[in-house]
């Protein structure tokens, strides 16, 4: 299992019943999978540089959780279909070894 990290943003008027569901989805697929959460980091509203789909504003969230490549991949299918969604991008993040002495 690799750890990743996944930015989520969302469109700026989802409501907060809908941005739960999704969280709940990803948190089951994710589960689903035998992966496991490890945390999650709700950024909120933010703006953006520039405009995205009309937008200038967003819905930020980090996503820390490890998985298989096949979990990975369904997680991101299912983001790419889901409409609110306005961008995501996963990455692993550098393992940090310890300073030597």
């Known amino acids: ?5 996944l930015m989520l943003m969302l469109h700026p008027e989802t409501a907060e019943e809908r941005q739960a569901e999704i969280q709940a989805r990803l948190r089951s697929t994710i589960e689903d999978g035998k992966g496991t959460i490890i945390g999650l980091d709700d950024w909120g509203r933010r703006k953006l540089a520039y405009e995205i789909k009309g937008q200038t504003d ?3 969230s980090v ?3 490890s998985a298989g490549p ?3 991949a369904e997680v991101e ?5 889901t409409d609110e969604v306005m961008r995501f ?3 692993r993040p550098p393992v940090r070894s310890p300073k030597p002495e």
Do not use: A, P
């Open 1 to 5: 299992m690799n750890k990743y990290e």
């Open 58 to 60: 967003g819905l930020y």
């Open 63 to 65: 996503h820390t959780f």
């Open 70 to 72: 096949e979990t990975l």
């Open 77 to 81: 299918r299912q983001l790419g279909i």
């Open 89 to 91: 991008m996963t990455t």
